[in-house]
């Protein structure tokens, strides 16, 4: 366990260092300001205005740039170390692979999920001191979604990364899986199902599981339970899951698939040929 915390420890101070990390918080706390700067909390959708506007606004634009900034920044991980011969020294030091890898994962999982979160918090924070009404229970269910949705490209990252033989390879590979994710939102799915005739409950089921789509469903079922705006697809939806179920189901799922990646992944990694 220590050896995994002092791996972890590295891998945050490296990531502190790097260039992408110092976009990386920019990006997400930009966001934000700029939501504020342009007055959104003043505005009103659906009936909701104030923060919990801004929050609307800040999840879907985070479930477009999150995803890719993990997988990308993820991948050069394993595949990275690979090839700057890492390995090599890894082998003659007292670290076990298991505390190497799995402290990899602990250390970046802090390092993509502290941005967002800061970002969230400093929005919290300006409401209150603009005295603006804080929606603490959406503030509490994005951060859980963000969690989980971090979690889920985290190891399909490490995955990607453990599978590809060279860098380049890796973030092209996750740009492809990122891409196949994006291919598979409804709106994709609402075409080959009116083309091929597809069963309703096939076409919702393939886009349930879509990760990607799970977030951007679950962010919309918080301020709109009747899933309106996906059309005749809520049915099957909330007929399966119902509102707070799909809710649940939202926040396992991605971390299911994080975990199961990560997992293989990390067999793959001790069984391979680490050279």
């Known amino acids: 366990m220590k050896q995994l915390w002092l791996t972890a420890k590295l891998d945050i101070v490296e990531s502190l260092r790097a260039r992408w990390f110092l976009i990386y918080t920019l990006v997400f706390g930009g966001i934000v300001a700029l939501l504020f700067l342009f007055g959104l909390t003043e505005s009103r959708v659906l009936g909701f205005i104030g923060l919990s506007r801004l929050l609307v606004t800040y999840i879907q634009l985070t479930m477009a740039i999150l995803p890719i900034f993990v997988l990308i920044t993820t991948v050069r991980s394993v595949a990275g170390d690979r090839e700057a011969g890492v390995f090599e020294y890894l082998l003659s030091l007292p670290v076990g692979l298991g505390a190497w890898f799995w402290g990899k994962i602990v250390g970046r999982y802090i390092v993509i999920f502290l941005p967002v979160f800061a970002a969230m918090v400093g929005a919290v924070l300006i409401a209150l001191v603009r005295d603006i009404e804080v929606p603490w229970g959406m503030f509490g269910y994005y951060t859980a979604l963000l969690a989980a949705?971090?979690?889920?490209?985290?190891?399909?990252?490490?995955?990607?990364?453990?599978?590809?033989?060279?860098?380049?390879?890796?973030?092209?590979?996750?740009?492809?899986?990122?891409?196949?994710?994006?291919?598979?939102?409804?709106?994709?799915?609402l075409g080959v199902m009116i083309q091929g005739q597809v069963a309703p409950e096939v076409a919702v089921g393939i886009a349930l599981a879509n990760p990607?789509?799970?977030?951007?469903?679950?962010?919309?079922?918080?301020?709109?339970?009747?899933?309106?705006?996906?059309?005749?697809?809520?049915?099957?939806?909330?007929?399966?899951?119902?509102a707070k179920g799909y809710m649940v189901y939202a926040l396992a799922y991605p971390t299911l698939i994080g975990a199961v990646s990560a997992t293989l992944g990390y067999f793959l990694f001790r069984r391979g040929d680490l050279p």
């Open 149 to 189: 949705i971090a979690a889920c490209f985290l190891g399909l990252g490490m995955l990607v990364s453990t599978l590809a033989r060279s860098t380049d390879m890796a973030q092209g590979a996750a740009f492809l899986v990122w891409l196949t994710l994006l291919l598979f939102l409804d709106l994709i799915l």
């Open 212 to 242: 990607l789509q799970v977030f951007r469903t679950a962010a919309l079922a918080l301020f709109d339970p009747q899933l309106i705006v996906l059309g005749p697809s809520a049915f099957v939806i909330l007929d399966t899951f119902g």
